[in-house]
């Protein structure tokens, strides 16, 4: 899904799009070392607007920077992944009960538009899966119209997506995907009809056995174990 960079005003905005693009899809795993230099090649720009994109990457926690010329993926970490379900636990519910009780006619045509052929994560999904699964939740965190909500919950999408592809490595059952697909449709219904404490009861019950969930007890539990297999002295 690379655009072109006449689409862009800057080329370092261009450089953004498409490194957060590689980081967001897998293509560059968490931990990975990014050489400026051949970075720059690659994209096809110089240094100087590839140092500002990695900037921008590093402020949302994309990337990490050192002194010389290369950048890294930021690792995964049980602690971030703790900390992300804790916070979308208390606002996506929070974003649904308002959105029953705020919604619009043009949020429900999106919300309806957005649930169409939508289809529980694969497990190695593309892109594009990702892009439709975050489409259909913000459909719902648009129709709460709550701003500052809108904008926090958006920018914890970026880092939970990594997490959910980790979570994806453990394959879910087919009752696990049809449960997930039950719980889309349930929440719809309950913000068209108004039900603001439907709508945040199974929002709540959606996050607690999201893919994010699942990839927090997989860190913590790999980190208990490293923790366990160090010497003591």
Known sequence: MSQSPELFPRKSDFAYSRLREKILSGEYEPGTVLNQAV????IGISTTPLREA????????????DAHRDARVTPLSAEEARDLLEIRGSLDPLAAALAAERRSTADIREMREAIQGLQPLPSNPAFVDLVAHRRFHT????ASHNEILIST???LWDKADRYRRFGLEVVRSQEERDEKAAEHEALLRCVISGDAAGAAEVMHRHIGTSLGAKAASRLGTQQFAATAQEPHV
């Open 39 to 42: 970075l720059a090649r690659t």
């Open 54 to 65: 990695l900037r921008r990457l590093k402020s949302e926690g994309l990337v990490e920077l």
């Open 139 to 142: 459909a719902i965190y648009t």
């Open 153 to 155: 919950l958006d920018a």
